[in-house]
């Protein structure tokens, strides 16, 4: 099988635009303040003590800034990605990188993959990221002020409680 050299450049110019990606103000400034507002649940998840009481007026609050960061997270984020990719990137489905119509690699493939495509799964891929994230930061706010206690528990006559 002979690799034509048209697939390399496409290639090239998918990954090259998965990392332009990164240079455009909107959806980087979007991702950004999705992951400051995630950290500052862990740094008040950091202070805030286990028992402390909540008054209701907190818990809108707090119920409020975690739907808001849900929404950025799950709706602009996303959506500054595709308009981006599909706009300035050119990645749309009718530049088509393998399969049949394409003029490179895998002209035999059976499915169409397109630079469409690959613009879909980088927004899957983010998709995964808030979920992994959101998932983490639930995590760390129920297990604030556990301590793992390295202490052995010992018998009556103070030697540690080992099993075998």
Known sequence: MIIAGAFFADLKHVLGS?????????????????????????????RRPVGAALTWGQAMASAMYVTFILVWFFGVVPDRWLNYAQGSLAMRSDAILAGPGSTGW????????SKGTIADLVTLG??????TLSVAMWAVWQGRGKKVSDEVETSAYGRPLVKA
């Open 106 to 113: 895998l002209k035999s493939l059976p499915i169409v993959i």
């Open 126 to 131: 983010l998709y995964g990221l808030g979920v």
């Open 18 to 46: 998965i990392v332009q990606g990164f240079q455009n103000m909107a959806f980087t400034g979007s991702l950004l303040l999705s992951f400051a507002m995630m950290g500052s649940i862990y740094w008040y998840s950091l």
